[in-house]
């Protein structure tokens, strides 16, 4: 046992000499907390936008001046000919064209009609939609204005009442903060104990702590339990100032919480400690955890991009990322303020992976021992 | 500072520190053209410190000091082209061949093609490596790599080579074949500069340093440090050193 | 000179004697895009919902086949008392309620304008948010049926504006199309970081660099030697990877391929001189990967690849001026998608290059050859 804390103080020692890692361990979350809840958003504003009006009558006046007047468009560049266009695009600095044909107030008036073209530059497709639907909707606002004794707008018979549940502010920090959480601890638990396991190996000194009276079970946990309690210690960082900085809430029980916590840091370490069983370098480590680890955690696992959305391949392969499992019990903790009653199967599909990646880890040891 | 001819090395007031800790107290000395000169002392003495400020790794804090007839401070890249290394960490690369590492150390110290080629097949003819110059390094036993990482490190004919611990952890038979290598490096006129822990290695050099603490305690010839000592080995020579201090 | 050669022939055989580097320089491409590409989506389809129905008449039973004949909305439950649904969402097993007031039917005929509850589980505020719109929208539909059928337009003149929507350079509005240009960008990144500042500072790891320092090796004949590697192997992938994307994602290339190169010749000396960089000021090989993921963090979030720039605060946008990546993504697509030629780019062109060549000399300034 006494042995076991001196494995256990070396690991920790090696960890707490070495600045930069831990530097970057506790400045990671708070960079992506900072990047996602002030700086990466879809919202549109200020898109920039030109005209291309035939017309230039009163009407079309008013028109461009509506759409300016609010905060999503930015107007950059009158365009006086359609070659023009193609070559605004082209320059990249605007994202919308907006075209009046020409006479167009005369054909409002006469037959009732007039055309209007909304040219997007549908490189960024998504924003080219959400571009085109806020034109729109001015336009729709618009044709209100002009019709004041015709509601042709959108109202009745039916009415709406929308509650958002959950998140009423609609903050973005409920979307992200989970998958933060997944990332660094992936990051902790999963490659830092792959690299550290590989380095041993890399430089030898793996096979002199094996040929010691140190058991290899003792040998694993000495190394592990480091990284676990980091992990653990980053989670209720995390927590913490997601709640004090941006009013994140743990609506469900905090003990369950840091269990479930617990179990997915376990799983995670189970997956690294099975890539340090695939190699000996510590390159192949990092890129078979980039590739096969980090990466699915960050797309596949619900973090940014909703899986139902995702084609079903890409919806099975998300069922072997642990991160997608540890998200959806996440969010129903703290969000839903589910018990363990609603999560019970999330919780079993973890235990069943780490139970497999340290039973493949161990029969891979196995292997390469003989 | 004129440099004797016979001088390859001259070291006047080498100090080092490392913020406070001093780990070369004005070191003095100079190496003879041709001698195997052994730096001795305990791990942790300051030797391999001095060495590496001699290979121009390490600037040193003060003092004077020319190899090969260049001044350490501004001709560093002079020196290089004169001297051979031998780290005490491992020095070729694992993952190259045994003829990899030779051409690119010859590449590296700006020999030819031919040269290259006739010193490789000398090499491997010593160490009767010859059949397996395609294996890679890293599938040799340590002895076998110790003998090679020396045979790269005097590839292009230095004036000095600098050997760091060479014979560490490596067993007696290696040992002695590898002592045989440096007589025969001396004899073809190179300078052996080699540092050691093992007292008894001491016995092969011409000289000696005995270095404890960052200082030179003893500086001679093997038989006239046992002489002046009056000790039967080098062993003993250190024992009264230490215990005078 | 000759020196370099040998540098850059020692480099070669490493990395492809490494055998499980050959087909992680083939496989993560492939794989990357694959997925990245496949997997990114902000749109919204089949999202789970349940309907409770309190009023059980033709136009609450025309209300529901409305939502789950359209493409957005799976509904999955139906006709539960409020309680259940209420489960059902906690469960996770529904992000939509749609509850029907009982008299519904009858409030239309009235013109009272009945309202209808919307539940939306708005812990992922994006996909909240787009829920929104479509139910929005798929409630207006129904709203114009119902004018029609119940006689609440007044046939008289209104002004009505028609908007036509046109696409350009993606009209199908196809994500992949704006992907997997960054995907590829991605790439070229990570090799030219990761891969390039593991490497020397495995060097430094194992040892072998103090015996490099010893030779009268030139430093900068030992960085160009290290680093030319990667980027022939950087530029070999983005080529690999051109290919994939044209053949798994028919990516438009309509502009030169001349100039991606050109532009990515230079992207990556900004990218290696980093690379460089990171290596000089860390000792191991897990601080040179820790350090370069949190670079590769940073710029990759602010780059534009997911969001877009344009949305982000102002002072972020200035911090991004220095961001490599956001330029180059930039480039990217516009020459891919757009066609845009040297001089549309010239002034990002301009300054990767500056970046580039600031980089170098940075690192080979700081790597020091005595320690």
Known sequence: ?370 | MEVGKNHIIEVRDLVKKFGSFVANDHLTFDVNEGEIFGFLGPNGAGKTTAVRILTGLLLPTSGEIKVAGFDVYRESNKIKKNIGYMSQRFSLYEDLTIYENIRFYGGIYGMSSEEIGAQADLVLNRLNLAHSKDKLVGQLPLGWKQKLAFSVAILHRPAVVFLDEPTSGVDPITRRQFWDMIYRTADEGMTVFVTTHYMDEAEYCSRVSIMVDGRIEALDSPDRLKETFKAKNMNEVFLKIARKR | MRTIGFILQKEFLQIFRNRQMAPIIFFVPIIQMLILANAATFEMKNIKMAIVDHDISSTSRRLMSKFDGSRFFKVTKFSLSDKEAALYMKQGRVNVILTIPSGLERDIYLKNNPEVQISIDAVNQNSAGLAYGYILSIISEFNQDLRVRFGNIKPQRVKIIKTIASYWYNPKLEYQTFMVPGILVILVTLIGLFLSSMNIVREKEIGTIEQINVTPLKKHHFIVGKLVPFWIIALFDLAFGLTMGKIFFDIPIVGSIGLIFCVSSVYLLVVLGLGLFISTITHTQQQAIFVSFFFTIIFVLMSGLFTPVESMPVWAQYINRLNPVAYFIKIMRMVLLKGSGFLDIKWEFISLFIFGIFSIIMAVWRYRKRA
């Open chain 1, 1 to 370: 046992m006494k042995l076991l804390r001196e494995l256990i103080k070396k690991e920790f020692f090696h960890i707490l000499r070495d600045r930069r890692t831990l530097i970057i361990i506790f400045g990671i979350p708070i960079v992506q907390i900072i990047l996602f809840g002030y700086v990466i958003t879809n919202e549109i504003k200020d898109a920039k936008i030109a005209i291309y009006d035939k017309s230039k009558d009163n009407i079309t006046m008013k028109m461009t001046n509506k759409m300016l007047s609010s905060d999503y468009f930015k107007l950059v560049d009158i365009i006086n000919s359609d070659r023009e266009i193609e070559v605004r695009f082209r320059e990249g600095k605007i994202k919308e064209v907006v075209v009046f044909q020409s006479g167009f107030a005369k054909k409002l008036e006469g037959e009732g009609t007039a055309f209007m073209q909304i040219i997007e530059d549908a490189s960024d497709p998504n924003a080219a939609r959400l571009l085109s639907n806020y034109t729109r909707a001015i336009v729709s606002d618009f044709i209100d204005e002009i019709n004041p004794t015709v509601r042709i707008g959108r109202t009745g018979p039916i009415v709406p009442e929308v509650r958002m549940v959950y998140n009423p502010q609609m903050k973005g920090v409920f979307t992200f903060v989970p998958g933060v959480m997944a990332l660094l601890l992936t990051l902790i638990s999963a490659v830092m104990t792959a690299l550290s396991i590989t380095r041993e190996k890399e430089f030898g000194t793996m096979e002199m702590l094996l040929v010691s009276p140190f058991r290899p079970f003792h040998i694993v946990l000495g190394k592990v339990i480091p990284y676990i309690s980091i992990s653990f210690i980053n989670t209720v960082v995390i927590l913490l100032i997601s709640n004090l900085v941006f009013g994140l809430p743990v609506r469900g029980s905090i003990v369950l919480l840091l269990a479930e916590g617990l179990l997915f840091i376990i799983t995670v370490l189970s997956l690294g400690i099975l890539i340090s069983t695939s190699t000996d370098s510590q390159l192949i480590a990092m890129m078979i955890a980039m590739v096969g680890l980090m990466m699915p955690t960050i797309v596949l696992s619900g973090f940014i991009y909703p899986i139902e959305n995702m084609p079903f391949i890409l919806q099975l392969l998300a069922n072997l990322v642990a991160a997608k499992w540890f998200i959806l019990i996440i969010r129903a903790i703290m969000f839903r303020g589910a018990g363990l009653t609603f999560i019970w199967k999330e919780t079993l599909i973890l235990m069943l992976m780490t139970f497999l990646f340290t039973a493949l880890s161990i029969k891979k040891f196995r292997i390469r021992l003989q």
